[in-house]
Each structure stands twice: as C-alpha cells, then as structure tokens.
C-alpha cells in the first residue's frame, strides 16, 4: 500500500523537525483539509525559522483568507522587509503585490 503524501510528510518531519521545508511542506498539506494544524506548522516556521522566505507568501494568505487580518498584515510586512534585506527582488515584488492586494480587499 502506497502512503500517502501527507504520512510520507510527517515521516520526512520526523526524519528532521528543524528542516523548515518539512514544516512549510506539512502546513500547505494540512491547508487542505485541517485549517488548526496548518495555522500551527505555519506558526512555527514564522516563530523558529524566520529567515525561511518561502513561509511568508502563503502563510500571509492563509491568515488573510481565515479573516486574521493583523496577523496577515505583519507576516506580509515581515516577508516584505526579508526579501529586501536579503535582495531577493522576485520575491520581494510577489510579496508587495499580494500586500497591496490585501490592503484592496481591506478597504472595500
């Protein structure tokens, strides 16, 4: 029997809880069907790793969409200020356009 992709996650997790992929890997899987564990491994990577730019793209939208606004605003802000600092300008642009787009969303 084959495993499915969130066990073969959780096993590569166990392999190594400090890899922030395996992390970001487990919090977009549990975006699809258990909102509560993706809003803590998405927690997690923002708390332990926070050098991890990936984190901050979808983890932003995932607060936005379960209305956690405040949250979402600074994960957006702090992802913004990374990708600057580390001189990544694709991201860095990805990020200011989904910022602005939230803050749209916001005012309407």
Not at 38 to 62: G, R
């Amino acid at each position: 029997m084959k495993n499915s992709l969130l066990e073969n996650l959780l096993i590569f997790y166990e392999e190594d809880p400090n890899d922030p992929f395996n992390i970001y890997a487990l919090a977009l899987e549990y975006q699809k069907t258990n909102v509560a564990k993706a809003e803590l491994y998405f927690n997690i990577l923002l708390d332990e790793h926070p050098d991890y730019l990936a984190t901050y793209y979808n983890a932003a939208a995932f607060f936005a969409a379960l209305e956690k606004n405040e949250k979402a605003e600074l994960v957006y802000q702090k992802g913004i200020d990374l990708a600057l600092n580390v001189k990544n300008t694709k991201t860095h642009q990805e990020l200011l356009r989904a910022y602005r787009s939230f803050l749209d969303e916001l005012e309407d």
